[in-house]
T-cell receptor, first 112, second 113 residues
């Protein structure tokens, strides 16, 4: 499986933007970049995914580098509810290659 | 309905007991997953079912036995577990393609005594 590298932890002030980086230098041309988050005592929650172009949804934005070797999850205005572990995961697109393998993730703390 | 429902939420079992964890989804997803998560660690993939057939077994001990009776249900049968098997067991489902997000249940907190 192609691997991802994320910082162990990050801090943000409430109501400020947060940029969570992810490196995936061994990404293949058909791998999708997925982001999930896990709030304390809950199951993981899908946030966003993309292939080549930047993506926006109601939760966040995903900025993908032109060479696809890195990506950044952007929370536009952090709230206390965004404090969670954020996982960047590569997901294959071929038949039988779509399992999600979690790395260590980034623990985001939001300071009031 | 974008829910994955897991039952029970909590389970305490002895090492000689047999129990089952259940997972249900009604989103028409044809891929379903079991994960194990220990405290302060990321979820670890155990099994993947695709179209009700087991497609991935991540070298899980045979005391864990998955079953997919139909496209909406996923079970995990437990027998002769050890205390180190105590963990949060998560179920997830998705369409069977990489361009699809996965939905997770809230998990079953299992304690083996």
């Amino acid at each position: 499986d192609a691997k991802t590298t994320q910082p162990n932890s990050m801090e943000s002030n409430e109501e400020e933007p947060v940029h969570l980086p992810c490196n995936h230098s061994t990404i293949s041309g058909t791998d999708y970049i997925h982001w999930y988050r896990q709030l304390p005592s809950q199951g993981p929650e899908y946030v966003i995914h993309g292939l080549t172009s930047n993506v926006n949804n109601r939760m966040a934005s995903l900025a993908i580098a032109e060479d696809r070797k890195s990506s950044t999850l952007i929370l536009h205005r952090a709230t206390l509810r965004d404090a969670a572990v954020y996982y960047c995961i590569l997901r294959g697109s071929g038949a039988g290659s779509y399992q999600l393998t979690f790395g260590k993730g980034t623990k985001l703390s939001v300071i009031p | 309905d974008t829910e994955v429902t897991q039952t029970p939420k909590h389970l305490v079992m002895g090492m000689t007991n047999k129990k089952s964890l259940k997972c249900e989804q009604h989103m028409g997803h044809r891929a379903m997953y079991w994960y194990k998560q220990k405290a302060k660690k990321p979820p670890e993939l155990m099994f993947v079912y695709s179209y009700e057939k087991l497609s991935i077994n991540e070298s899980v001990p045979s005391r864990f036995s998955p079953e997919c009776p139909n496209s909406s249900l996923l079970n995990l049968h437990l027998h002769a577990l050890q205390p180190e098997d105590s963990a949060l067991y998560l179920c997830a489902s998705s369409q069977d393609q990489g361009a699809a997000g996965a939905f997770f249940g809230q998990g079953t907190r299992l304690t083996v005594v």
